[in-house]
């Protein structure tokens, strides 16, 4: 096979983003050792700031070339790196580009969040940034990925980086503890991926996505065999690690509450986003034939219900907010495992002809529009907390927001609609969200996790108005100054912008997200 070098160069056109990134977080980690004083390790936090705006901005004319939108097969023009076969490592679509995006925004405000408060905590170590987008860099990868090699690397990458800054503060044992919990859980969640990984390939003969599902086609129904299933099984684990799904959670709340909060609000958003979009390629493009989707669909229902379940009811009792909104964040991974559920019952059979096409739509569309949503809502709610920190308060429990709407009345309004998008409230994103996917299920005939999920949203409620009363009934603490920034102002901005915008006009989201689907219409 001859070496195609115009080939190889285009294949390099559609990976400038990632090779922008790449160049950044090197440039970073040689700059660290020379950041020796704050003026300088701020210097080196909006370097990593622009660098992430600069990749967003790489990103759109990959998004103008013709043929991105509405083409995610083997055959798309983003295509690259053709192994033997002609099946390719990555494809540059716009469901990677999409969803690509939200995690360098992620890491973007996650980033203009920390400049100050990583100074303020002493964790201003210049190395912090460049691992911090080595993590953003292995997410783009592992939502690009058509091939296990790719999505192992990818997947380890972010993985990797994101377990030494949940341990940044080394100092602190709560930080440890979290680090550690979430290394050793990880790592054996990577062992049953990659079990699973080599079981699949022995009974289908192939890593790519696209190989496997030809493969999986060209076997009888009903003979998968007990390798293949067992294969499935240990995706499913391994993927339910990554959205810190029931009953794969256990490393959540100790590694949120112990984090730097800027870590916290990044993983909950840019490692859970790239987890779904990792998750919806996986198993919508490798696995969609009918036999394997009754599978894996019958599995998500159950984790979906489960960390609805558990994720909203634990959260009743936390008193520490990080935790609070760690196991609201398991409970929201249950929610966007909603519309993977309705997506899988399509594939299945289990709709009638007639619906079939708008079901499989809606599905997808409601995982893609939440997952903007929820990234928007909680980035937001995390700034507020850093905001938070001030003097000998550490903003981090839910008493240090008693009275706040005396002491800061616009702060404790910004921070009720980000509380009230969580909840799912009409006229903020997460309403939109949470739309489309209890509908999406509804259609899908699963009216029992539809009934699961409205119950549970319900609950949330309450935990998030706990919030809400505390700031405007509850008598104020003791005052004192706020670490407020025009970083840290901006991004709370940026994120109530999306909050409102995608609440109160979601037509172009909806319009945007279309474009995007793995599987069409």
């Known amino acids: 096979m001859s070496f195609d070098t115009a080939q190889y160069v285009r294949d390099l056109g559609w990976l400038l983003p990632e090779l922008w990134l790449t160049l950044a977080g090197f440039v970073l980690l040689a700059l660290a050792p020379f950041a020796r004083d704050a003026a300088a390790r701020r210097r080196?936090?909006?370097?990593?700031?622009?660098?992430?705006?600069?990749?967003?901005?790489?990103?759109?004319?990959?998004?103008l070339r013709d043929g991105v939108f509405g083409a995610a097969g083997p055959d798309a023009p983003g295509a690259v790196f053709r192994v033997a076969g002609g099946q390719p490592l990555l494809v540059i679509d716009g469901f990677a580009l999409l969803f690509g995006g939200l995690v360098v925004l992620a890491g973007l405000l996650s980033t203009l969040m920390g400049i100050r408060f990583l100074e303020i905590e002493k964790l201003d170590r210049g190395e912090f940034h460049a691992v911090l987008l080595f993590a953003v860099l292995g997410g783009m990868f592992l939502v690009a990925s058509t091939d296990f090699i790719s999505l192992f690397v990818g997947l380890e990458t972010m993985s990797l980086s994101v377990y030494l800054l949940v341990g940044w503060a080394r100092d602190d044992r709560k930080s440890n503890e979290g680090a550690l919990k979430y290394f050793l859980l990880g790592a054996l969640a990577s062992g049953f991926l990659l079990y699973g990984m080599s079981l699949v390939y022995g009974?289908?003969?192939?890593?790519?996505?696209?190989?496997?599902?030809?493969?999986?086609?060209?076997?009888?129904?009903?003979?998968?065999?007990?390798?293949?299933?067992?294969?499935?099984?240990?995706?499913?684990?391994?993927?339910?690690?990554?959205?810190?799904?029931?009953?794969?959670?256990m490393w959540t709340p100790d590694a949120y509450e112990g984090a730097p909060t800027l870590v916290t609000a990044f993983m909950s958003t840019a490692v859970k986003t790239a987890a779904f979009g990792f998750g919806l390629r996986l198993f919508l493009v490798g696995f969609p034939a009918a036999g394997m989707a009754r599978e894996w669909t019958l599995l998500f229902a159950l984790l979906a219900a489960l960390s609805m379940t558990l994720g909203n009811w634990v959260a009743l009792l936390q008193d520490n907010?990080?935790?609070?909104?760690?196991?609201?964040?398991?409970?929201?991974?249950?929610?966007?495992?909603?519309?993977?559920?309705?997506?899988?019952?399509?594939?299945?059979?289990?709709?009638?002809?007639?619906?079939r096409s708008t079901v499989l739509e809606w599905g997808q569309v409601s995982v893609i529009l939440y997952a903007i949503a929820y990234t928007f809502t909680n980035l937001g709610a995390f700034a507020l907390v850093v905001m938070m920190r001030r003097g000998r308060i550490a903003g981090d429990r839910v008493d240090d927001f008693s009275g706040l709407a005396r002491r800061r009345p616009l702060y404790a309004a910004?921070?009720?609609?980000?509380?009230?998008?969580?909840?799912?409230i009409p006229a903020t994103a997460g309403f939109v969200g949470k739309y489309w996917l209890f509908s999406a299920i509804l259609e899908a005939g699963y009216g029992w996790?539809?009934?699961?999920?409205?119950?549970?949203?319900?609950?949330?409620?309450?935990?998030?108005?706990?919030?809400?009363?505390?700031?405007?009934?509850?008598?104020p603490v003791v005052e004192e100054p706020y670490a407020v920034t025009p970083a840290l102002a901006a991004t709370v901005a940026i994120a109530l912008a999306g909050v409102l915008v995608l609440g109160l006009l979601p037509q172009p989201f909806l319009d945007l997200v279309a474009g995007t689907l793995l599987l069409g219409p």
Do not use: C
Request: glycine letters at 12%.
């Open 44 to 63: 080196l936090a909006w370097l990593s700031a622009v660098a992430q705006g600069i990749t967003l901005v790489l990103m759109v004319p990959l998004l």
């Open 321 to 355: 907010i990080k935790r609070l909104l760690a196991y609201s964040s398991i409970a929201h991974a249950g929610y966007m495992l909603l519309g993977l559920v309705a997506v899988g019952a399509v594939l299945a059979g289990e709709i009638p002809a007639g619906l």
């Open 449 to 475: 996790l539809a009934l699961v999920a409205v119950v549970n949203s319900a609950v949330s409620l309450y935990y998030y108005l706990r919030i809400v009363v505390r700031m405007y009934m509850a008598p």
């Open 414 to 424: 910004i921070m009720t609609i980000f509380l009230l998008s969580l909840g799912g």
């Open 203 to 249: 009974a289908t003969g192939s890593t790519n996505l696209f190989g496997i599902a030809a493969a999986i086609g060209d076997l009888a129904a009903g003979h998968a065999g007990p390798f293949l299933l067992v294969g499935l099984l240990l995706l499913v684990v391994g993927v339910g690690f990554k959205m810190a799904a029931v009953p794969f959670h």
